[in-house]
């Protein structure tokens, strides 16, 4: 039933009390609400959380043979990790198998921030990661040397050695022939072969067999 005209201003200005009311009751809730989620949203007591950190790659020093067990647990931590292994035919005098073998024994490549770093350690049959000679922080693997290293790996038809004595620098080339094309190294002799190396701070140069026609040179910039 409509209400007489006469009524009308005065409910009019009833209900507008009483929305102005509610506003400023439920004001302080709001700021609160709204305070709460800007520290969320940062760094928590200063501590640093909430705020991106490059990742590097690092060396973890591992337990013999728990190379495979220890990239299993961090595959479930959500850690990024690298074991480098290939498949060799090992000839027995009765039988010739394919087997699958780690090629830096007790090593295990970790891409990882400062707080991933130190959460790596937390497994026992990681000891310690890899060192700079006379220094204490961990020695980082640069990731250009990881990519090319992990490119060998996945694309060569030919087995990889690491060869950890000095060698000296070659020549700068790039493969434009067969599986590795487009890898870039240095073309190195070993044993009278020629070969295409990936040099790993710290751990030497990761070496394949690569016919000289399979390269071409790498002019210096000027």
Known sequence: MPKPASTRPAYK????????RTLHFFAPYADFLNKKKSLNAGPI??????????????????????EKKVSEHLDKMGIENFVPVQQEFHQWSDRRKLVTSVLLPMMVFVHVDPRERMEVLSFSTV???????????PAVIPDEQM???RFMLDYSEESISMNSAPLARGEKVRVI???????VGELVHVDGKSKIAVRLNMLGCACVDMPVGYVEPIMAAV
């Open 13 to 20: 200005m009833l209900t507008c009390i009483y929305l102005c």
């Open 177 to 183: 022939k067969g599986p590795l094309t487009g890898l």
């Open 127 to 137: 000891s310690r990661y890899m060192v700079m000679r006379g220094e204490s922080s």
């Open 45 to 66: 007591y200063g501590t640093g959380e909430g705020v991106a950190h490059s990742k590097r790659w690092y060396v973890a020093l591992v337990r013999m043979h728990h």
């Open 147 to 149: 990519a090319r290293f």
